[in-house]
């Protein structure tokens, strides 16, 4: 349903439904609960994790880059910076709960499916890899320290809304700039909660702080398209070319060109709101976290497969069908075990909340 938006006094108001409620972010704004181009942002960023997963693993079996390689390449400036930019958006609504409501929603509830699927991806691994069973334990207690797979957003996600609420008292200009250096400084421990914590928490915070701003953009885009599509082009060019010249990843360079992109994934969802692509984009964003748990399951045994058999000899064409299949398959598998015993594949069950079950379910 397509929803009207508009500012009036400061406040983003949706036209068509009424009994939408309002959340509060910083500098006294107020914004739905649910935007569409959020959603749509959403699953352009999983789309693209997806593909970069998938692509790189075809190319690593077959021993050779496909045509999709350019774009998994092109993607990695922005890619995981936007999604967590996106992630921290709607923060200003949790940040001043309870310890243990906050606790709940935003520390338990991403530990729990991130222990779940360690435990299914351990299970899986030494299976196809005919591993000895006897080291799932240690695989999964090694888990527990160093975030395992592709499981680390969902790990790293927990880390980040702690550390929020613990600077919510600093200003936010000093966090940024604090954040900022943490990026920019060459940090490379080994440890993956201290690198990615200090590559990644600039982005995650300035969508928290800089919400306002972030929601006051995206009306800007939607009232004129024209400047935001030329805008979205010259940027591509540049973040091309910084990709091409190898200097994105640079200190200073990846900081710029993280923030660059993350503001043209919000330019380009805006923009795809009225198309017929943010249907699809929009329910995958909808369901984001149901892909980044599942997908590498059906992602490896789509490769393993057509590598195998050959039936699909280009290279390009067997990654993206792996993508498609990567993304579709973790929501047939939400579709089939809705309603069931099994739903806790995806649904925190009421044995993994703290508290009163009802409370936070409407807290939530």
């Known amino acids: 349903m397509a929803l009207a938006r508009h500012m009036h006094g400061g406040t983003w108001q949706r036209k068509s439904v009424p009994n939408r409620s309002k959340v509060t972010v910083p500098m006294r704004y107020t914004v739905p609960s649910r ?12 789309i693209l994790v997806v593909l970069m997963h998938s692509t790189l693993g075809v190319e690593k079996a077959v021993g050779a880059d496909g045509w999709l390689h350019g774009l998994v390449a ?25 310890w243990r409501a906050y606790a709940d929603s935003k520390v338990l509830h991403f530990a729990y499916f991130y222990v779940l699927w360690l435990v299914i991806q351990c299970l899986v691994k030494c299976g196809l890899e005919a591993e000895r069973w006897d080291l799932v334990p240690l695989h999964m207690l090694e888990g527990l320290v160093q975030p395992y797979g592709t499981l680390w957003f969902i790990y ?16 936010a200009p000093v966090v940024l700039v604090g954040a900022a250096m943490l990026q920019i400084a060459p940090i490379e ?30 009306e800007t885009v ?10 979205l082009l010259v940027w591509a060019v540049i973040n091309g070319i910084a990709v091409w010249a190898g200097v994105a990843g640079l200190p200073g360079v990846a900081l710029a060109l993280g923030a660059a992109g993350a503001a043209a994934v919000v330019a380009a969802s805006v923009l795809l709101v009225p198309t017929i692509a943010a249907v699809p984009l929009r329910y995958c964003g909808a369901h984001s976290i149901v892909i980044y748990l599942a997908f590498v399951l059906p992602m490896a045994a789509t490769r393993i497969a057509l590598v195998t058999t050959g039936l699909v000899p280009d290279v390009g064409t ?10 579709t398959g973790p929501l047939m598998l939400e579709r089939i075990v809705r309603g069931t015993r099994l739903d806790l ?13 009802r409370t936070l379910v409407a807290a939530e």
């Not at 995650?204 to 306002?212: C, E, K, R, T, V």
């Open 35 to 46: 935007v569409d181009w959020v959603d749509i942002a959403k699953g352009i960023c999983i």
């Open 74 to 98: 092109f993607a990695r400036p922005f890619r995981i910076p936007a999604f967590f930019l996106i992630a921290g958006l709607f923060l200003a609504r949790r940040i001043d709960q309870p």
């Open 156 to 171: 790293m996600l927990p880390v980040f809304f702690v550390a929020t609420r613990l600077l919510r008292d600093v200003p």
């Open 189 to 218: 421990t080994g440890w993956l909660p201290v690198d990615e914590f200090a590559d990644r928490f600039v982005f995650f915070y300035a969508g928290h702080a800089l919400a306002p701003f972030i929601f006051r953009f995206a």
């Open 222 to 231: 939607r009232s004129d398209h024209r400047p935001a599509a030329a805008a």
């Open 318 to 327: 067997m990654s993206l069908i792996v993508t498609v299949v990567a993304v």
């Open 345 to 357: 594949l995806f649904v925190r069950p009421a044995w993994a909340r703290l508290g009163d079950r």
